[in-house]
């Protein structure tokens, strides 16, 4: 079916006077006015069509898809054409537009067959799944971790039935809930390489060259060799790095985080539940497991660390025994347990279990308070 054809099928195309201005015309479409559907959907039919092209790959499937954008925008007397505000070209609205109404689709589509329905999900989203992991994990590219990355992020969109994605109210758009989704996973799998992808603050002092060396050594296992780090700097920078430039940051570096590998401590110090009760216990780590990314973040966290066990070794003693009873059932397991389950293992009831959660809670925020009162770990 052609664009002409198209706008005969739903309204007569003939222009009408006084419909040069975009909002004005918009006005009259939602009033009702025929002749202003008319000319509306003559200017519509090429962006939304254009943005279909990017989508769909067979004509069959963009023509169904324009006849189903096309339907859409009458819904509710074109009440989806009450957000535009005259800022931006009604073309690019319309383009937005179409892609939120074709995203809801696809993932309709996808909730009822998984199988067929996950290619189309994909076409939609596909490109700005991949720019925010470029975006979250920019010293990747050139290996093969964007592409474990996006597989891990497909899989979690989709696991349980796709819940994270059913769980769209329905209020706002489809398309910014997507990718709200995919930013907090990449912020989780962030969370998850730290310290690997967090700059030592002695580096990141650093001039930018410096930088970028400590990171190709340290986050891409460059060696600490000039030729080399000439060869990879070569595509990571702006400014021209000579190798004499790059010798004298290299040592930079390297004199940098020697005296604090030398220094990292051979223990790992970490809060358990114990430090709460009696005391704070060490837990055990290989330094041999460590690389020297980590030996370095450790040095600067341990005068944190050293300060908030010290904070909870003076105040666990205002705690009362059915609070440190609480506090150890329920650290005692990664994993939440559920109210009557510590009200079974405390042998109380399941309000006392609130209770003694909201007094714990107290006590944790006053902890914090007092912590961030003394500057820290200063």
Request: hydrophobic share 45%; charged share 30%; glycine share 4%.
């Amino acid at each position: 079916m052609s664009d002409h054809a198209l706008t005969k099928f739903f309204l007569p195309s003939r222009r009408s006077a006084g419909l040069a201005s975009e909002p004005g015309l918009l006005v009259r479409v939602i009033a009702g006015d025929g002749a202003a559907a008319g000319e509306f959907l003559r200017l519509a039919i090429p962006p939304i069509s254009a943005a279909i092209a990017k989508i769909e790959t067979s004509e069959a499937e963009r023509q169904a898809a324009l006849l189903y954008v096309l339907e859409k925008l009458k819904e509710g007397g074109y009440r989806r054409l009450q957000a535009f505000n005259g800022r931006a070209r009604l073309a690019s609205f319309l383009i937005l537009v179409a892609r939120e109404v074709l995203a809801q689709r696809a993932a309709e589509r996808l909730f009822a067959d998984p199988n067929t329905g996950w290619v189309g999900f994909t076409r939609i989203f596909d490109r700005d799944i991949q720019a925010r992991i470029a975006k979250r994990f920019p010293h990747d590219s050139g290996n093969m971790r964007w592409e474990d990355l996006y597989q891990d992020i497909c899989e979690k969109l989709v696991e349980s039935d796709c819940r994270r994605l059913r769980s769209y109210s329905g209020e706002g758009s489809f398309i910014g809930f997507v990718l709200t989704i995919v930013d907090r996973l990449l912020i989780d799998m962030m969370r998850q390489e730290a310290p690997r992808r967090r700059l030592p603050a002695a580096i990141k002092r650093m001039p930018q060259l410096e930088q970028e060396i400590y990171m190709a050594i340290a986050w891409k296992g460059c060696a600490a060799d000039v030729a080399r780090l000439s060869e990879v700097l070569a595509s990571r920078i702006d400014m021209v790095a000579v190798p004499d430039s790059i010798r004298e940051a290299l040592a930079r570096v390297l004199d940098v985080a020697a005296p604090l590998k030398r220094d990292a401590p051979n223990r790992v110090k970490t809060v358990s539940l114990d430090a709460i009760i009696d005391s704070v216990e060490e837990y055990l780590s290989d330094p041999s497991s460590m690389t020297p990314e980590e030996e370095l973040l450790l040095v600067e966290e341990e005068r944190t660390r050293e300060a908030i066990i010290a904070l909870i070794r003076a105040s666990a003693e205002t705690l009362a025994d059915d609070e440190r009873l609480y506090l150890q059932t329920v650290f005692s397991t990664s994993e939440t347990m559920p109210r009557r389950k510590i009200a079974e293992i405390l042998g109380c009831s399941v309000e006392e279990v609130d209770r003694l959660r909201q007094r714990t809670q107290r006590w944790f925020a006053t902890l914090r308070q007092k912590f961030q009162n003394n500057g820290g770990s200063k």
